[in-house]
């Protein structure tokens, strides 16, 4: 079974940093696209950027030059570094890996976690 474990979430004040891992089951991480979203309370959820199985990352408008993505296939983690945060980044924070395993293709989220940014 597939599984996607965030952390690293917290309270930071505007223009703080703050680095969310993922953690994933088996050898997924190396393997698929690893994508970061982000809802904020009473909006729908947003892309906020992707790390692909050969290390290329792409990333919202809204945060291109201020996060980071990396990935550690030893660990089967992803991170999400944040810095130069804003009030507007507050939200909660998915990881989400869409597998194809035994000719179907899986969408595993993980159970998110809370990112609050004080002006």
């Known amino acids: 079974q597939v599984q996607l474990v965030e952390s690293g979430g917290g309270s930071v004040q505007a223009g703080g940093s703050l680095r969310l891992s993922c953690a994933a089951s088996g050898t997924i991480v190396s393997l698929n696209v690893i994508t970061w979203y982000r809802q904020a309370s009473g909006k729908q959820r947003e892309l906020v950027g992707y790390i692909m199985a050969g290390g290329n990352t792409n990333f919202a408008d809204s945060v291109k030059g201020r996060f980071t993505i990396s990935r550690d296939n030893a660990k089967n983690t992803v991170y999400l570094q944040m810095n130069s945060l804003k009030p507007e980044d507050k939200g909660v924070y998915y990881c989400?890996?869409?597998?194809?395993?035994?000719?179907?293709?899986?969408?595993?989220w993980g159970q998110g976690t809370l990112v609050t940014v004080s002006s």
């Open positions: 989400n890996v869409r597998p194809l395993l035994g000719g179907t293709r899986l969408d595993v």
